[in-house]
C-alpha cells in the first residue's frame, strides 16, 4: 500500500536549535508538497516541487526556512533557528500531474501522517 | 486574494443521520474541487472530487455537490457513522494540469453522535 513517509512523526526541541523534517514521497509521483497546519492559520503551502525543481515557495519564510529534495525519494525541510512560533504539524504530500511525460486527468495529493513540531 | 472557505465549523450529527457539510469558494475560475478527510493525529485523506463541468458525482456513501452559480460545494454523508467524525476540508485548484496552487477550506469538524 504506497503511502508518503514523514519522519520524525513528533520533535520537540528548543528555541534556537536546528530541526530537520524528512519525508519520501509515493514512488513514481512527480510533485512535492510541504504545508504547515496550525489552529488559527490551517493548512498553508511552504514549498511545491515538481520533478524534484522547486517551484513556489513563496509561502515558506526565507531568512530560516529551507527545502530541498536531493533525490526523487527524499525531500527535506529545515528550521535554522527555530522559533516558538514554529510550532505546528508540518504535511508532506506528494502527487502526479501531467507533464511531458505523463498526462493524469486528477490532481489528487497524498498526505503522510505528518510532523508535529514544539519548538519551546 | 481568492479563499476557499466553510460556513459551519462544527457539525454535530446523531449516528444514522445524513450529514451535510459546505464549502464556498470563491475563484469562479476554478476547474477542480476536491474533499479531503482528516481524523485526529493523521494527514488529510483523499475522499471524493468533482470536475467544474459536473454538478453531482456520487461515491461510496458520499456524494459531492457542484453549484458554479453561487461558487458553492457540498459533501453529503449518508447514513454517518462514528468512523466519519474527522475534520472536512474542501479544497479549490485553478484547473488541471501543470503547476497548480491548491487553496484549502480552513476545516468542518464532524461530531457524530453514537
Known amino acids: 500500500d504506497a503511502r508518503v513517509t514523514q519522519t520524525p512523526r513528533h520533535k520537540v526541541t528548543e528555541m534556537g536549535q536546528e530541526v530537520t523534517m524528512r519525508c519520501q514521497p509515493i514512488l513514481g509521483h512527480n510533485t512535492v508538497f510541504w504545508y504547515r497546519q496550525t489552529m488559527m492559520q490551517g493548512l498553508e503551502l511552504l514549498a511545491y516541487?515538481?520533478?524534484?525543481?522547486?517551484?513556489?515557495d513563496s509561502g515558506m519564510p526565507k531568512d530560516r526556512f529551507s527545502a530541498e529534495m536531493p533525490d526523487a525519494t527524499l525531500a527535506t525541510l529545515k528550521i535554522q533557528p527555530s522559533e516558538p512560533r514554529d510550532s505546528a504539524v508540518y504535511f508532506c504530500?506528494?502527487?502526479?500531474?501531467?507533464?511531458?511525460?505523463?498526462?493524469?486527468?486528477?490532481?489528487?495529493?497524498?498526505f503522510g501522517a505528518g510532523t508535529r513540531l514544539s519548538v519551546l | 486574494g481568492e479563499s476557499v472557505g466553510l460556513h459551519l465549523p462544527t457539525l454535530s450529527v446523531q449516528e444514522g443521520d445524513n450529514s451535510i457539510i459546505n464549502c464556498a469558494y470563491s475563484n469562479s475560475a476554478s476547474d477542480y474541487f476536491i474533499w479531503y478527510k482528516q481524523e485526529s493525529g493523521k494527514g488529510p485523506q483523499f475522499i471524493i472530487d468533482i470536475r467544474s463541468n459536473m454538478d453531482k458525482r456520487q461515491g461510496q456513501r458520499v456524494t459531492v455537490l457542484l453549484n458554479k452559480t453561487v461558487k458553492h460545494l457540498s459533501l453529503q454523508i449518508a447514513a454517518t457513522q462514528p468512523g466519519d467524525s474527522a475534520v472536512y476540508f474542501c479544497a479549490e485548484i485553478p484547473l488541471l494540469g501543470g503547476y497548480q496552487k491548491v487553496t484549502f477550506g480552513t476545516g468542518t469538524k464532524l461530531q457524530v453522535i453514537p
Open positions: 516541487f515538481r520533478n524534484r525543481a522547486p517551484l513556489d
Open positions: 504530500a506528494s502527487g502526479l500531474v501531467s507533464d511531458g511525460a505523463v498526462r493524469v486527468s486528477k490532481n489528487i495529493q497524498y
